[in-house]
Structure formats: C-alpha cells, structure tokens
C-alpha cells in the first residue's frame, strides 16, 4: 500500500504543478495567450508590398467612381506611401494585438492621415483583401523560380557543352547498363527542369485572376470598376464567382505541387552529385566553396549543398500536403483556417531559391573527370545489349541472341576478362553468327548506333545541345 501510495504521488504532483503554472500564465496572460494563437502578422508582414498595392488599387478605384471622395482618396493614397516608407525604413510599428498585415496597415494609416483612412475598407473585405495579396505573391514567386530554375538550365548545358563527347556508362537499377554521353545525362536534367519552368507558368496564369470586389463572399453593393482594379494591378482577368474567389486557394496548391516537383528533381540531382563525388564513383568534383571538411576526418570534401538540398526536400512536400490537408474539409466560403496558408509558401519559396542558386553555383564549379567516366563506360558488359543487337542483324532473332550474350557474359565473368577480350572461337562457340568484325563493337560505335530523335549518338546529343540552348536564351530573352 505504501508503495502504491507513493508511486501514484509522482504523477498527482505532477499534475498539480502543471495545472498551477497554467492557471498563473492563464490569469497573467489571458489576452496574449489566446491571442498570439491566431495572430499571423509575424510571418503575414511579408505580404506588405501587395496590400499595400491592392489598397492603393481599390482606394484610386473608390475615388474615380464616386464611393469616395476624390480628397479621401488622394490622402488615401499618399497615407499608404508613407505607411510603405515607414515599413521599408523599419519604422512601422507592427503590433501583435492588431492580428494581422491588414489591420496593422489600416490602423496605422488612420494614426497617420485620420478620418479618411476609415474609408479605404470600404467595398472590401480582408478575404478578398488577403485573396488578393496572395495572388500577387504567388505570381511573383512563380516568377522567381522560373529565374532560379533558368540559373540551373544554363550551368547544365555548360557543363553539357564543356565536356561534349564524354562518355560515361548510363545506369539503370544503379548497375552500369549501357554507354551514354556524359552531355545527353545533363540534358535529361534539363529537360525537367523545362518543365517544371512550364509547371509554374500554367500555375502563374491561373494565378493572376483578380478576387478584390468579391467583398466577404457574396459580392459588394457599390458600383465598382474591378476591371480597371484588374489591369492597374496587373492581374489578367477578374474572378467570376466571388465565392470561390475568397474561398479557394488552389493556385497556392498548385504552386507547391510545381515546387515538390522541382525539390524533386533536384533532389535526384543531389543523389547523383553525392554519388559522383564519392571515391567509389569520382566522377565529379565540387568547388572548395561546395563542400564541407569533416571535423575529425581530414580527406572529406562532404558534399553538403547536395545532401542538405535533398533534405530539404522534404519541407516543401510538407506544405504541400499541409495545406491539401488544411482545406479537405473547409466548407465554403472563407474560413480562418485559410490563414495557414502562408508559411507554407514563405517557406517553399525560400527553400527552393536557395536550393536554386546552390545547385547552378555547384555545377559551374563541377569538375569532371571524364577519363574515370570513360574508363566506366568501356567496361565491355555494358555492351552486352550490343552483341545481342549485332547478332540481330546477323539473322539471329533477338531472344535468341540474348540467350547467347548471357553465356558470353558468364563466361567473360568466370574468366575475370570482358566480354571484348574473348577470342574468336570462344564468340563461334556460342553463335557462328559472330565474325571478325565483332571487335569494332565499343562504347563509341554503341553510342553512336543510338542514331534516333533522343537518342544518345553524339551528333543527336550535339543537336540537342544546340536546341536547348536556344530554347534558353528565347527563355531568357523573353523576360
Ligand atoms: N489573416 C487572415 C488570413 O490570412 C486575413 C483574413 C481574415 N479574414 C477574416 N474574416 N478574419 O486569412
């Protein structure tokens, strides 16, 4: 009984003394505490050069159709620069109590230019307010990825171009499988990363509809211009259906899925830097500026931008699936939940901009080995495909002459050789089919047989590179 007694002591006490401390921070902080659960003007701030846009916007708007008075508007509008000076000197006052981006701008402008300021919301609500600057985010961003993803296209054709030619063995199931051109594997990455430019493009398009005018969710009753809002702010079009309009956020969606994509190619790009500068592989070598020494360990050149990036990866999945999670459930239309939204692409953004720049720095500063590469791609088991494909055309059907490159390659094996330096008879032994000629079999012919659109012979692989080039500087050019 004693030492039941005592046992439960421990938790009782436990309990006791955290109930104690929560009540005293309850009955101290009461307001702070509940408060600073929905407060988001911590992280929302960021948001500032848009509705600080959208407002000066809506208030001209205001103005020109007669809601407001031409005076209200312009103080309006001057009031609003000099809350934007005040933020950008560091002088803004943010205040926790006032929640979030918007009341804090609203209420500071009323501190500074008085009673019109009271008439900015008019016709407005904060979700088409915050709908709007959202969009006005994600638009920027998109373009921002595009520019860090161009970075990273153009130090893979450099690389491309600067080690044309170069063989290296081409893998699949990471066992050597066939020779590729060392170029035709960085073009690969290009081409995922065209797409993932493309991605964020379709996201971007779809993002620029204009929600301010949808007021709280069914629309305002003044006779506003949202067209004339639309093109000052640079949106494409107007939403059609104010309820969805202050209720989705599936361009935000989109933007992460485009982002996880991206964190996902470059993270299959990490793996191959962390294996290509290994000593098993040493194909490639970073910078000094990309790798990290080892505390105790004086000859590692740890490949820490790759792994860190291929970490990394896993935070913009995260807000991916955050925020699907967040709104599975959400009825219509806006609901406080929606606020969750913007760490999730703060965080997103930041971590595949500098994840960018990381991977087009280490590639520039890549350098390749390409007679480790090309010893790699001559070990003749990787042109097992291409004695069965000999044999073909020599009339043996393909299953067959399958069959007997695998003796080959047993053979070769028993033996410690390759298969190119088994003798003549010991080829006859398996096929009569093989001649003489058999020897002209190598990495380059291999290559250079692979003559199809995306195929890997050089003169393909020199076209591609030509291609994409231009493709990037059209890129490049029409920004
Ligand atoms: N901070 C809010 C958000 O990000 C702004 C909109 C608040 N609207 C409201 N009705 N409470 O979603």
Not at 3 to 19: H, L, T, V
Not at 288 to 305: A, C, H, L, Y
Not at 313 to 331: A, D, E, H, I, N
């Amino acid at each position: 009984m004693e030492e039941d007694g005592s046992k439960n002591r421990w938790p009782q006490r436990g309990i006791a003394r955290y109930n104690k401390l929560a009540m005293t921070e309850y009955s101290t902080h009461h307001f702070q505490a509940t408060s600073s659960y929905t407060v988001s003007v911590g992280y929302d701030k960021r948001l500032y050069p848009y509705d600080i846009d959208g407002s000066l916007a809506h208030a001209r708007m205001l103005g020109h159709q007669g809601i407001i008075s031409q005076g209200d508007a312009g103080a309006i509008v001057s009031g609003l620069e000099a809350v934007r000076r005040e933020i950008e000197t560091g002088l803004f006052p943010w205040r926790d109590d006032l929640e979030d981006l918007h009341m804090n701008i609203e209420v500071r402008l009323h501190e500074l230019i008085g009673q019109p300021a009271s008439r900015l919301h008019t016709a407005r609500s904060r979700n088409d307010q915050v709908a709007t600057a959202t969009r006005m985010f994600v638009r920027d961003a998109v373009a921002s990825m595009q520019a860090g993803l161009r970075g990273v296209q153009d130090a893979l054709l450099g690389i491309a171009e600067r080690h044309e030619g170069a063989l290296m063995p081409g893998y699949t199931h990471l066992q050597r499988a066939q020779p590729v051109l060392f170029a035709h594997h960085m073009l690969a990455y290009f081409e995922m990363f065209d797409r993932d430019i493309e991605r964020f493009a379709d996201c971007g398009r779809r993002a620029n509809v204009l929600p301010l005018g949808s007021g709280a969710l069914a629309g305002v009753p003044y006779p506003l211009d949202r067209e004339w809002v639309a093109k000052e702010l640079g949106f494409d079009s107007i939403s059609t259906n104010s309820m969805d309009a202050v209720s989705d956020r599936d361009y935000v969606l989109e933007f992460l899925a485009a982002g996880a994509t991206t964190m996902m190619h470059t993270s299959r790009l990490a793996e191959e830097i962390v294996l290509w500068t290994s000593q098993e592989f040493g194909f490639l070598r970073l910078g000094m500026e990309w790798v990290t020494g080892s505390s105790i360990m004086p000859q590692k050149r740890n490949p820490d931008f790759a792994e860190i990036a291929r970490g990394k990866t896993g935070r913009v999945y995260g807000s991916l699936m955050g925020l699907l999670t967040t709104m599975k459930g959400l009825p219509l239309t806006y609901n406080r939940d929606l606020q969750e939204d913007k760490e999730g692409i703060f965080d997103a953004t930041d971590t595949l901009l500098a994840t960018l720049e990381a991977f087009a720095g280490m590639l520039h500063s890549a350098e390749v080995d390409e007679v480790r590469m090309q010893h790699a791609a001559r070990d003749s088991s990787l042109l097992a495909t291409d004695y069965a494909d000999y044999l073909v055309a020599k009339g043996v059907p393909f299953r067959d002459a399958h069959g007997i490159v695998s003796t080959l390659v047993d053979i070769a094996a028993e033996r410690k050789t390759t298969i190119a330096d088994l003798s003549i008879e010991e080829f006859q032994a398996q096929s009569l089919a093989f001649e003489k000629d058999v020897y002209e079999i190598t990495a380059l012919a291999s290559t250079t047989a692979r003559d199809v659109p995306g195929g890997t012979a050089p003169n393909r692989v020199t076209e591609a590179m030509i291609k994409a080039r231009a493709r990037h500087n059209a890129r490049e050019a029409s920004v």
